[in-house]
């Protein structure tokens, strides 16, 4: 990676299969409301999935004001009980008490950069505490100079990965970012004059981070191990 002083890599279904934690939660979430005989099992998968992306697009991932308000807009068209109500957001907060899985090479590409020149840092959209305990779970703290946690009433952008790059005493020209969202972490990351850009296309991530018109000149791959690859061919 040539003329680049820091990489800063995106979280969640980048270095962790979180997805895959949402997706497990939110099945029992349809199962659970689906019990009810009056809710076909297609028709509450429909509508949750539609109200998770209107709250999603209203109030960004604070799990305080997001699921609350998805929940509000599914009762609008199928009815939930309040005894219902009570165990599926139980259900959906449990996420937050766990600890998503390492998506295969994140640990070896972290190597990678942190012991060679690079300078490190993170840029993640969670709450504080569900992200400790994803760094605190898989030691992965250590790898990085700067932790950036992004305002989770909002939607992560480019103002966010300028502080890091700001904190890193790096020009953004000088940068690598490496993430799965098009929006929130390519797109954003060219807006502030990154030139090197990796995006994740992970079939297994949310749909709506796949959106957006990728900019020129971005390397698309299919995971972690992919990236290792192409770094390895380049030090050849």
Not at 84 to 101: H, K, N, W
Not at 194 to 204: R, T
Request: net charge negative.
């Amino acid at each position: 990676m040539k003329n680049i002083q820091t990489v800063l890599f995106d979280l969640d279904d980048t270095l962790l299969q979180t997805n895959a934690v949402f997706t497990s939660a939110i099945e029992k979430v349809k199962e659970i409301i689906g019990r009810d005989p009056n809710n076909k099992k297609e028709h509450v998968s429909e509508v949750f999935e539609k109200s998770l992306a209107r709250a999603f697009n209203e109030v960004s991932v604070n799990p305080v004001n997001e699921w609350p308000l998805a929940f509000k807009y599914m009762r609008e068209e199928i009815e939930i009980s309040d005894e219902t109500l009570d165990l599926v957001l139980q259900q959906m907060y449990g996420i937050y008490t766990t600890a998503p899985e390492l998506t295969a090479g994140a640990v070896e590409i972290l190597e990678y950069f942190s012991t060679r020149k690079y300078k490190v840092g993170l840029v993640t959209h969670a709450i504080e505490d569900w992200t400790n305990l994803k760094l605190d779970t898989h030691g992965l703290r250590k790898y990085f100079t700067h932790i950036e946690i992004c305002d989770t009433n909002r939607h992560k952008n480019e103002d966010d990965w300028r502080k890091a790059f700001d904190v890193l005493q790096t020009h953004p020209s000088k940068g690598l970012i490496i993430g799965d969202n098009v929006r929130g972490d390519i797109i954003a990351g060219k807006a502030i004059g990154v030139e090197k850009l990796i995006w994740i296309n992970n079939q297994f991530g949310w749909k709506v981070y796949q959106s957006g018109e990728v900019p020129e000149g971005t390397i698309e791959v299919k995971g972690l191990l992919e990236i290792i690859d192409l770094l390895e061919k380049q030090s050849d």
